[in-house]
Nanobody, 128 residues
Framework: QVQLVEFGGGLVQPGGSLKLSCIVSGFSPDYDVIGWFRQAPGKEREGVSCISMSDGSTYYTDSVKGRFTISRDNAKNTVYLQMNSLKPEDTAVYYC?????????????????????WGHGTQVTVSS
């Protein structure tokens, strides 16, 4: 059973930065993909980014490319999401998620929002 716990959400002004952390237990470093999705009030869940824990290949949704960076530290069982140049439309609850899937050419073969295991989420609010 994979367990995920997110840290690092908060209130930030537009243009600011936040770094989210996801501590993962029970995952396979050879097969699992860890990702982030978000859900804003009244909106559908949106896959944001994911990373292969085996080879480090990454995926980003178009709206965050160039602003967000996902990384991993397998020794610390942690995945990070560095978020820069934040916009009000980035406001959402951010969830860390895990699944045992393939990534081909940097594309996960399953929607991040449908990954099998989720954390409880952390609120990110971008507002002046």
């Amino acid at each position: 059973q994979v367990q995920l716990v997110e840290f690092g959400g908060g209130l930030v002004q537009p243009g600011g930065s936040l770094k989210l952390s996801c501590i993962v237990s029970g995952f396979s470093p050879d097969y699992d993909v860890i990702g982030w999705f978000r859900q804003a009030p009244g909106k559908e869940r949106e896959g944001v980014s994911c990373i292969s824990m085996s080879d480090g290949s990454t995926y980003y949704t178009d709206s965050v490319k160039g602003r967000f960076t996902i990384s991993r530290d397998n020794a610390k069982n942690t995945v990070y999401l560095q978020m820069n140049s934040l916009k009000p439309e980035d406001t959402a609850v951010y969830y860390c998620a895990s699944d045992r899937i393939l990534m081909i050419a940097g594309i996960p073969l399953k929607e991040i929002t449908e990954f099998e295991f989720w954390g409880h989420g952390t609120q990110v609010t971008v507002s002046s």
